[in-house]
Nanobody, 122 residues
Framework: QVQLIESGGGLVQAGGSLRLSCAAS????????MAWFCQAPGKERELVAA???????YYADSVKGRFTISRDNAKNTAFLQMDSLEPEDTAVYYCAAKRWTYSDRQTSYDYWGRGTQVTVSS
């Protein structure tokens, strides 16, 4: 069983930055792909960025060049650096984990955090 705890959300002005963290329990973090999903009010949850066990990465088109996903296996933590934030980025951001390589399907992920709110004001 893996527990995921997100942190780092908050209120920021447009153009600002936030760094989300996802701390994972367990000893096998390095074998997991980690992903960040977001869900805005009235919208479906969607994949923002993901990183496989071997550090291959994926980004949604809407965040390419602005967000960076990374991982620190020694600290059992994944990160999402969010720069040049836009009001459209306002959402609850969820961390998710699955074995080995990332997937764009939510149902492929075995573990989920409770989410952290990101609000970008214009």
């Amino acid at each position: 069983q893996v527990q995921l705890i997100e942190s780092g959300g908050g209120l920021v002005q447009a153009g600002g930055s936030l760094r989300l963290s996802c701390a994972a329990s367990g000893r096998t973090f390095s074998t997991y792909a980690m992903a960040w999903f977001c869900q805005a009010p009235g919208k479906e949850r969607e994949l923002v960025a993901a990183i496989s066990y071997n550090s291959n990465t994926y980004y949604a088109d809407s965040v390419k060049g602005r967000f960076t996903i990374s991982r620190d296996n020694a600290k059992n933590t994944a990160f999402l650096q969010m720069d040049s934030l836009e009001p459209e980025d306002t959402a609850v951001y969820y961390c998710a984990a699955k074995r080995w390589t990332y997937s764009d399907r939510q149902t492929s992920y075995d573990y989920w955090g409770r989410g952290t709110q990101v609000t970008v004001s214009s």
